[in-house]
């Protein structure tokens, strides 16, 4: 049995370029064996620039090697959940970036599909393993700061000036929006630390005119 985990990675994106391929390549049980993208050449000069084995010129071929374990999903949002289901149908592990799907029911749907195959997913919330979080709830868990009353979170960049450049952050169909790109992690650490869902919840979205996407997102949740 090989000791070393296969990565394929699906996508060029900048994410994966950036952090994603260098801290598989970097871990003692990973290595990234293939890399795919729309593009064969683009996918072709990503590999040979990182020393990955091979490459693809579609996600399918991938996702359908026998020589990857686990497949890393970078795709625009819209992609994640077809792209996890079909990893999933080929037995792979899959590592995908958040958010996992564009809504609760598409999310339902994929964990209910990696449940009734059997292999792992995960959903790339990176804080979730920093020590500082995982000394937080330990902290809560123990009791010492007391009840739980109220959680604020806020998460912010400035990126408008990548609406010109075709940022996918500003396209509707790919799933854009400040909710999806960011929000996600103020709902995610605010489930984290109550341990459970929200039964209420009140928002407002400012939406752009010109893309159709959130430009920013408050949320009131009780839980």
Not at 29 to 43: H, I, L, P, Q, Y
Not at 175 to 204: K, N, Q, W
Request: some cysteine.
């Amino acid at each position: 049995m090989n000791s070393m985990l296969r990565w394929g990675v699906l996508g060029t994106s900048g994410i994966a370029r950036s952090h994603m391929v260098p801290a598989i390549q970097a871990s003692g049980n990973g290595v990234v064996a293939a890399v795919a993208g729309r593009d064969a050449e683009r996918s072709r000069e990503f590999a040979e620039a990182f020393g990955i084995a091979s490459s693809f010129g579609s996600y399918a071929d991938l996702t359908a090697s026998d020589d990857i374990d686990a497949v890393y999903i970078p795709l625009p949002n819209s992609l994640h959940a077809r792209w996890a289901m079909a990893a999933a149908d080929a037995g792979k592990a899959v590592l995908c970036e958040k958010p996992l799907a564009l809504d609760a029911d598409e999310a339902q749907s994929v964990v209910e599909h990696f449940a009734g195959k059997g292999v792992a997913l995960m959903e790339g919330f990176m804080y979730r393993f920093h020590p500082q979080n995982r000394h937080v709830l330990d902290l809560i868990a123990a009791g010492e700061i007391g009840d739980v009353r109220e959680v604020r979170a806020h998460l912010s960049v400035d990126i408008m000036e990548a609406q010109e450049s075709g940022n996918v952050r500003f396209d509707k169909v790919l799933g854009g929006g400040s909710l999806l790109d960011m929000g996600c992690y103020a709902v995610s650490i605010a489930r984290g630390i109550f341990g459970d869902e929200p039964s209420h919840v009140m928002a407002t979205l400012d939406i752009d005119p010109r893309s159709g996407v959130d430009l920013s997102a408050a949320a009131v949740l009780d839980f």
